[in-house]
Protein backbone atom coordinates (compact mmCIF):
# COMPACT_ATOMS: atom_id res chain seq x y z
CA UNK A 1 0.00 0.00 0.00
CA UNK A 2 3.13 2.23 0.84
CA UNK A 3 3.68 2.48 -2.96
CA UNK A 4 0.05 3.65 -4.03
CA UNK A 5 0.06 6.22 -1.36
CA UNK A 6 2.88 7.88 -2.20
CA UNK A 7 1.79 8.15 -5.78
CA UNK A 8 -1.22 9.50 -4.53
CA UNK A 9 0.70 12.08 -3.02
CA UNK A 10 2.64 12.92 -6.33
CA UNK A 11 -0.89 13.30 -7.88
CA UNK A 12 -2.12 15.50 -5.73
CA UNK A 13 0.81 17.59 -5.94
CA UNK A 14 1.08 17.92 -9.51
CA UNK A 15 -2.57 19.18 -9.84
CA UNK A 16 -2.60 21.58 -6.89
CA UNK A 17 0.50 22.85 -8.55
CA UNK A 18 -1.63 22.86 -11.63
CA UNK A 19 -4.52 24.81 -10.16
CA UNK A 20 -2.19 27.10 -8.64
CA UNK A 21 -0.85 27.79 -11.86
CA UNK A 22 -3.98 28.12 -13.80
CA UNK A 23 -5.01 30.76 -10.69
CA UNK A 24 -2.37 33.37 -11.47
CA UNK A 25 -2.98 33.33 -15.35
CA UNK A 26 -6.96 34.03 -13.77
CA UNK A 27 -5.05 36.99 -12.35
CA UNK A 28 -2.37 38.03 -15.13
CA UNK A 29 -4.57 37.49 -18.22
CA UNK A 30 -7.38 40.04 -17.51
CA UNK A 31 -4.03 42.61 -16.17
CA UNK A 32 -3.00 42.57 -20.10
CA UNK A 33 -5.66 42.93 -21.74
CA UNK A 34 -6.85 45.86 -19.79
CA UNK A 35 -3.43 47.01 -20.73
CA UNK A 36 -3.90 46.55 -24.81
CA UNK A 37 -6.00 49.60 -25.44
CA UNK A 38 -3.10 52.24 -25.12
CA UNK A 39 -0.59 51.40 -27.50
CA UNK A 40 2.42 53.11 -28.60
CA UNK A 41 1.35 56.14 -31.21
CA UNK A 42 3.83 57.35 -33.14
CA UNK A 43 4.53 60.53 -34.91
CA UNK A 44 2.78 60.32 -38.56
CA UNK A 45 3.74 62.48 -41.49
CA UNK A 46 1.58 65.28 -40.70
CA UNK A 47 2.93 65.72 -37.76
CA UNK A 48 6.01 65.73 -38.74
CA UNK A 49 5.16 68.29 -41.66
CA UNK A 50 4.09 70.22 -38.74
CA UNK A 51 6.56 70.29 -36.76
CA UNK A 52 9.11 71.07 -39.91
CA UNK A 53 6.79 73.67 -41.29
CA UNK A 54 6.75 75.47 -37.80
CA UNK A 55 10.24 75.37 -37.26
CA UNK A 56 11.18 76.68 -41.14
CA UNK A 57 8.89 79.39 -40.28
CA UNK A 58 10.55 80.44 -37.32
CA UNK A 59 14.30 80.33 -39.12
CA UNK A 60 13.46 82.70 -42.18
CA UNK A 61 10.12 84.96 -40.53
CA UNK A 62 12.62 86.13 -37.53
CA UNK A 63 14.87 87.60 -39.87
CA UNK A 64 12.70 88.64 -42.31
CA UNK A 65 10.98 90.77 -39.10
CA UNK A 66 14.64 92.03 -38.10
CA UNK A 67 15.10 93.00 -41.64
CA UNK A 68 11.52 94.79 -41.37
CA UNK A 69 12.34 96.28 -38.00
CA UNK A 70 15.27 98.25 -39.31
CA UNK A 71 14.81 99.18 -42.96
CA UNK A 72 10.93 99.48 -43.07
CA UNK A 73 9.48 102.17 -44.77
CA UNK A 74 6.24 102.50 -42.78
CA UNK A 75 6.33 102.65 -38.70
CA UNK A 76 3.92 100.43 -38.98
CA UNK A 77 5.58 98.13 -40.92
CA UNK A 78 8.96 98.21 -38.79
CA UNK A 79 6.31 97.96 -35.85
CA UNK A 80 5.06 94.28 -37.27
CA UNK A 81 8.23 93.63 -38.40
CA UNK A 82 10.00 93.58 -34.78
CA UNK A 83 7.02 91.82 -33.62
CA UNK A 84 6.74 89.17 -35.33
CA UNK A 85 10.54 88.29 -34.85
CA UNK A 86 9.71 88.06 -31.20
CA UNK A 87 7.18 85.87 -31.71
CA UNK A 88 8.83 83.56 -34.01
CA UNK A 89 11.42 83.71 -31.10
CA UNK A 90 9.22 82.07 -28.78
CA UNK A 91 7.81 80.02 -31.08
CA UNK A 92 10.83 78.65 -32.23
CA UNK A 93 11.48 77.67 -28.39
CA UNK A 94 8.23 75.51 -28.22
CA UNK A 95 8.65 73.55 -31.41
CA UNK A 96 12.23 72.70 -30.62
CA UNK A 97 10.90 71.63 -26.91
CA UNK A 98 8.10 70.03 -28.52
CA UNK A 99 10.97 68.28 -30.94
CA UNK A 100 13.41 66.87 -28.00
CA UNK A 101 10.37 65.56 -26.29
CA UNK A 102 9.38 63.15 -29.35
CA UNK A 103 12.93 62.74 -30.10
CA UNK A 104 12.12 64.26 -33.50
CA UNK A 105 14.82 66.16 -36.06
CA UNK A 106 14.44 69.69 -36.98
CA UNK A 107 15.51 71.37 -40.18
CA UNK A 108 18.55 73.85 -39.07
CA UNK A 109 18.34 76.21 -42.53
CA UNK A 110 14.99 77.45 -44.36
CA UNK A 111 15.02 75.74 -47.76
CA UNK A 112 16.22 77.44 -50.80
CA UNK A 113 12.84 79.54 -51.68
CA UNK A 114 12.84 81.01 -48.49
CA UNK A 115 16.49 82.29 -48.64
CA UNK A 116 15.45 83.42 -52.11
CA UNK A 117 12.85 85.33 -50.30
CA UNK A 118 15.14 87.21 -47.86
CA UNK A 119 17.77 87.66 -50.69
CA UNK A 120 14.79 89.41 -52.18
CA UNK A 121 14.66 91.68 -49.06
CA UNK A 122 17.57 92.51 -48.70
CA UNK A 123 17.86 94.01 -52.36
CA UNK A 124 14.68 95.95 -51.91
CA UNK A 125 14.17 99.26 -50.61
CA UNK A 126 11.45 101.71 -49.27
CA UNK A 127 7.99 100.99 -50.30
CA UNK A 128 9.16 98.23 -52.85
CA UNK A 129 10.57 96.41 -49.50
CA UNK A 130 7.31 97.03 -47.15
CA UNK A 131 5.57 95.14 -50.01
CA UNK A 132 7.83 92.29 -50.82
CA UNK A 133 7.38 91.70 -46.71
CA UNK A 134 4.32 92.00 -46.68
CA UNK A 135 3.44 89.95 -49.58
CA UNK A 136 5.59 87.05 -48.57
CA UNK A 137 4.86 86.87 -45.02
CA UNK A 138 1.35 86.90 -45.28
CA UNK A 139 1.17 84.20 -48.44
CA UNK A 140 3.61 81.42 -46.16
CA UNK A 141 1.21 82.33 -43.31
CA UNK A 142 -2.18 81.74 -45.28
CA UNK A 143 -0.40 77.94 -46.63
CA UNK A 144 0.61 76.80 -43.17
CA UNK A 145 -2.78 77.94 -41.43
CA UNK A 146 -4.89 75.28 -42.96
CA UNK A 147 -2.27 72.66 -41.96
CA UNK A 148 -2.15 73.59 -38.41
CA UNK A 149 -6.06 73.14 -38.30
CA UNK A 150 -5.79 69.60 -39.75
CA UNK A 151 -3.02 68.34 -37.65
CA UNK A 152 -5.04 69.58 -34.68
CA UNK A 153 -8.16 68.16 -35.52
CA UNK A 154 -6.79 64.08 -36.31
CA UNK A 155 -3.33 63.79 -34.13
CA UNK A 156 -3.17 60.90 -31.57
CA UNK A 157 -0.30 62.86 -30.04
CA UNK A 158 -0.73 64.90 -27.28
CA UNK A 159 2.30 67.27 -27.25
CA UNK A 160 1.63 68.04 -31.36
CA UNK A 161 -1.77 68.88 -30.55
CA UNK A 162 -0.49 71.33 -28.10
CA UNK A 163 2.05 72.76 -30.39
CA UNK A 164 -0.55 73.12 -33.25
CA UNK A 165 -2.79 75.24 -31.01
CA UNK A 166 -0.54 77.04 -29.74
CA UNK A 167 1.03 78.06 -33.38
CA UNK A 168 -2.57 78.29 -34.48
CA UNK A 169 -2.55 81.75 -32.39
CA UNK A 170 0.68 82.96 -33.27
CA UNK A 171 -0.21 82.64 -37.24
CA UNK A 172 -3.68 83.73 -36.93
CA UNK A 173 -1.59 87.18 -35.02
CA UNK A 174 0.59 87.28 -37.59
CA UNK A 175 -1.97 87.49 -40.48
CA UNK A 176 -3.91 90.43 -39.01
CA UNK A 177 -0.87 92.36 -38.10
CA UNK A 178 0.01 92.20 -41.76
CA UNK A 179 -3.16 92.82 -42.91
CA UNK A 180 -3.78 96.00 -41.24
CA UNK A 181 -1.02 97.39 -43.01
CA UNK A 182 -3.07 97.73 -46.08
CA UNK A 183 -0.20 96.32 -48.77
CA UNK A 184 -2.41 92.67 -48.52
CA UNK A 185 -3.09 92.15 -52.01
CA UNK A 186 -6.15 90.30 -51.85
CA UNK A 187 -6.56 89.00 -55.72
CA UNK A 188 -2.95 87.30 -56.00
CA UNK A 189 -4.03 85.47 -52.76
CA UNK A 190 -3.45 81.63 -53.87
CA UNK A 191 -6.94 80.11 -53.53
CA UNK A 192 -7.50 77.93 -50.56
CA UNK A 193 -6.43 74.06 -51.51
CA UNK A 194 -8.62 71.82 -50.13
CA UNK A 195 -7.84 68.24 -50.93
CA UNK A 196 -9.67 65.68 -53.56
CA UNK A 197 -10.86 62.18 -52.78
CA UNK A 198 -8.12 60.08 -52.43
CA UNK A 199 -5.46 62.95 -52.42
CA UNK A 200 -2.26 62.38 -51.18
CA UNK A 201 -1.63 66.18 -49.91
CA UNK A 202 -0.58 67.35 -46.41
CA UNK A 203 -4.56 68.18 -45.29
CA UNK A 204 -5.80 64.51 -46.59
CA UNK A 205 -2.70 63.21 -44.74
CA UNK A 206 -3.39 64.57 -41.21
CA UNK A 207 -7.23 63.93 -41.88
CA UNK A 208 -6.60 60.34 -41.99
CA UNK A 209 -3.55 59.92 -39.22
CA UNK A 210 -1.54 58.47 -42.02
CA UNK A 211 1.03 56.25 -40.41
CA UNK A 212 -0.24 56.22 -37.00
CA UNK A 213 0.25 53.39 -34.51
CA UNK A 214 3.17 52.17 -33.84
CA UNK A 215 3.53 49.43 -31.05
CA UNK A 216 1.70 45.62 -31.16
CA UNK A 217 -1.77 45.71 -30.05
CA UNK A 218 -3.25 42.61 -28.49
CA UNK A 219 -7.06 42.94 -28.33
CA UNK A 220 -9.00 41.40 -25.08
CA UNK A 221 -10.50 38.68 -27.22
CA UNK A 222 -7.19 37.10 -28.71
CA UNK A 223 -5.91 37.17 -25.00
CA UNK A 224 -8.84 35.24 -23.42
CA UNK A 225 -9.11 32.75 -26.42
CA UNK A 226 -5.49 32.17 -25.35
CA UNK A 227 -6.17 31.40 -21.68
CA UNK A 228 -9.06 29.02 -22.07
CA UNK A 229 -7.06 27.38 -24.60
CA UNK A 230 -4.36 26.73 -21.87
CA UNK A 231 -7.45 26.21 -18.92
CA UNK A 232 -8.98 23.48 -20.94
CA UNK A 233 -5.35 21.96 -21.82
CA UNK A 234 -4.46 21.72 -18.33
CA UNK A 235 -7.62 20.40 -17.69
CA UNK A 236 -7.38 17.38 -19.73
CA UNK A 237 -3.98 16.86 -18.79
CA UNK A 238 -5.91 16.74 -15.14
CA UNK A 239 -8.05 14.36 -16.28
CA UNK A 240 -5.43 12.09 -17.33
CA UNK A 241 -3.20 11.84 -14.68
CA UNK A 242 -6.20 11.07 -12.67
CA UNK A 243 -7.27 8.47 -15.23
CA UNK A 244 -4.07 6.47 -14.33
CA UNK A 245 -4.33 6.63 -10.95
Known sequence: MAPLESARRRLAHRVILLLVALTAGIGVLPGAAQAAPNPVVQLNAADMTLLNGVRLAGLWEMPAGQMAAEKGQSKRVREIGAEIARQHGVLDQLVVEAANKLGATLPTTPTTQQQGWLTEMQNATGTQFDQIFVTRLRVAHGNIFPVIGAVRASTRD????????????????????????????????PPPAMPPAQSDSLIAAAGANVGSGGGIQVSTTVVWVVFLLALATGGYATWRLLRRS
Do not use: C
Open 158 to 189: PIVRKLAEEANKFVNDHMLMLESTGLVRWQQL
